[in-house]
């Protein structure tokens, strides 16, 4: 599976930005995918999941009403919709492929290489 993550960007506090993470290789149906980013000097973090089919959604407290995510598995793309940005939310984003929804990045086997999202207060 290739992950290739784009619509990153920089934009001010309040303002909303989609992501969108595009798989080859394999159908989006066949794997769940994640949402993660990284500040500099700080750990990966855990922002949001969809399952294979797209029923089911997890996200992190610090994102959660705010960060969206869904799947379009006809295009074969995920997207993150982001609203209400915030300066702490500037960092990384990455998308990943794992076999279950899951919020533990050693858990997902395939990763796109990152946007990077810059929020300005």
């Known amino acids: 599976v290739q992950l290739q993550a784009s619509g990153g960007g920089l934009v001010q506090a309040g303002d909303s930005l989609r992501l969108s993470c595009a798989a080859s290789?394999?159908?989006?149906?066949?794997?769940?995918v994640g949402w993660f980013r990284q500040a500099p000097g700080q750990e990966r973090e855990f922002i949001a999941a969809?399952?294979?089919?797209?029923?089911?959604?997890l996200y992190a407290d610090s994102v959660k009403g705010r960060f969206t995510i869904s799947k379009d598995n006809a295009k074969n793309t995920v997207f993150l919709q982001m609203d209400s940005l915030k300066p702490e939310d500037t960092a990384v984003y990455y998308c990943?492929?794992?076999?279950?929804?899951?919020?533990?990045?050693?858990?997902?086997?395939?990763w796109g290489q990152g946007t990077q999202v810059t929020v300005s207060s």
């Open positions: 990943a492929a794992s076999p279950l929804i899951l919020p533990t990045p050693s858990k997902y086997n395939y």
């Open positions: 290789g394999r159908a989006t149906s066949t794997f769940a």
């Open positions: 969809i399952s294979r089919a797209g029923g089911n959604t």
